[in-house]
């Protein structure tokens, strides 16, 4: 006797997904699709143009470099696809070869190196701190940065080009990148004075440490920050037992900070201790005089 049948649907079959070689075959394709839509070079400018970084596209760029691997420009693209996908591995094995070819164009040439530089300081991050890998990886990470340094940046990027010098110990490149931000920038920003001024110290040179904190003086916009920045150049010196040096330097840069009770309480100590009791008492009475007058100290 048979069962009688139920009421409810058959189950469908369940969707499978496409192979492996039906998805290759997808993006051939699409490829062959492109290419009469865009036809020659038109489509890798195309891509270039686009911030799209799908699979399809870079499979695409892929074929396109098998077929003509001497495309440097294609090259470089296609690398730059990779690294912002985050396959830095193979974005660098893609690259290394641009760095044989001895004709390349300048353009190409810079943006290869860029590229580089980007890859080195991404992969830096990838190994441990202070370990021998890290440390062989920096190098060649300072060596890039040292050598694209001098192209042509926005002030943000060079900034944080001087700030990893700085904060990886390269102490000569560090001070050149902050040297040209000065140069360069539009608005100056005082810190970058500092910066150079504790490179300095850090190499004991404190004439040319208080030469960077002194020279920042112009570009302070507030009386605390002109004190502050005079103190530091003033103390520099002092720091270095180049007391007479201290001395010259307080009465040359000091100006309208001669109305400042501590400015002038510190300059009194310092010429004593210079031995200059002559200058001393010159701000001494520079110091009556406030106490007489109390409304025109502290500003």
């Not at 044989?100 to 190994?127: G, P």
């Not at 010196?237 to 040096?245: H, I, K, T």
């Not at 300059?267 to 009475?285: C, G």
Request: aromatic share 12%; hydrophobic share 40%.
């Amino acid at each position: 006797m048979s069962l009688p049948r139920s009421g409810f649907p058959a189950v469908p079959e369940r969707l499978r997904f496409a192979t492996t070689g039906q998805i290759i075959g997808f993006g051939l394709l699409t490829a062959l699709v492109f290419t009469v839509i865009y036809p020659e070079h038109s489509l890798q400018r195309h891509l270039e143009r686009s911030a799209h970084t799908d699979t399809v596209s870079i499979a695409y760029l892929f074929a396109w470099l098998r077929a003509d691997p001497n495309d440097h420009h294609l090259r470089i693209l296609l690398a730059q696809r990779l690294f912002d996908k985050g396959d830095i591995s193979q974005s660098r094995q893609i690259l290394n070869p641009v760095f044989k070819v001895k004709d390349l164009k300048q353009e190409l040439h810079s943006k290869a190196d860029i590229l580089l530089l980007n890859l080195l300081e991404r992969q830096l991050w990838t190994y441990q701190p202070q370990s021998a890998t890290f440390n062989n990886a920096l190098k060649h990470y300072l060596q890039q940065l040292r050598k694209v340094s001098h192209y042509s940046w926005p002030q943000e990027r060079l900034e944080k080009f001087a700030k990893n010098a700085f904060d990886f110990g390269d102490t000569q490149l560090a001070k050149e990148l902050y040297y040209q931000l000065i140069f360069s920038a539009k608005t100056v920003n005082v810190e970058w004075f500092a910066n150079i001024a504790r490179l300095y110290l850090a190499q004991q040179q404190y004439r040319a440490a208080a030469r960077s904190y002194l020279q920042a003086m112009p570009y302070t916009t507030t009386f605390a920050q002109r004190k502050q920045f005079f103190l530091s150049g003033v103390k520099a010196l002092q720091s270095g037992n180049l007391l007479p040096d201290a001395v010259d330097a307080g009465q040359t840069y000091a100006g309208m900070l001669l109305a400042d009770t501590e400015v002038l309480e510190y300059l009194t100590r310092l010429a004593l201790a210079a031995n200059r009791p002559d200058i001393a008492q010159y701000y001494v009475s520079l110091l009556l005089k406030q106490r007489i007058s109390p409304t025109g100290a502290n500003p």
